[in-house]
């Protein structure tokens, strides 16, 4: 199982990055996907969920800003994330159900 981030970067606040989980190793068109956060010296946090009908849910900080997305096709899911700040500043994870047991290795956002 390989789950790969990618997308990250250094942005401005109120920009805007798009970040993408690639996927293999396992059925993803039945697989539950999650985007979790980790802040420097924070928890982990969740993010978002994206169910096999492909209906999104977030956390409520994002959920005006943020959209979760899935290519069953190309077993990849997306975050878009728009109008960052500073808080949003964090290393980026996608993992496997909404109890996560697969994760990938993070992508870094930093917002400044």
């Known amino acids: 199982v390989q789950l790969v981030e990618s997308g990250g970067g250094l942005v401005q606040p109120g920009g805007s990055l798009r970040l993408s989980c690639v996927t293999s190793g396992f059925e993803f068109r039945y697989t539950i996907m999650s985007w979790w956060r980790q802040a420097p010296g924070k928890e982990l946090e969740w993010v978002s969920t994206?169910?096999?009908?492909?209906?999104?849910t977030y956390r409520d900080s994002v959920m005006t800003r943020f959209t979760t997305s899935r290519d069953n096709a190309k077993n990849t899911v997306y975050l878009q994330m728009n109008s960052l700040n500073s808080e949003d500043t964090a290393l980026y994870y996608c993992?496997?159900?909404?109890?996560?047991?697969?994760w990938g290795q993070g992508t870094q956002v930093t917002v400044s």
């Open positions: 994206i169910n096999l009908a492909s209906t999104p």
């Open positions: 993992a496997t159900g909404d109890v996560p047991y697969y």
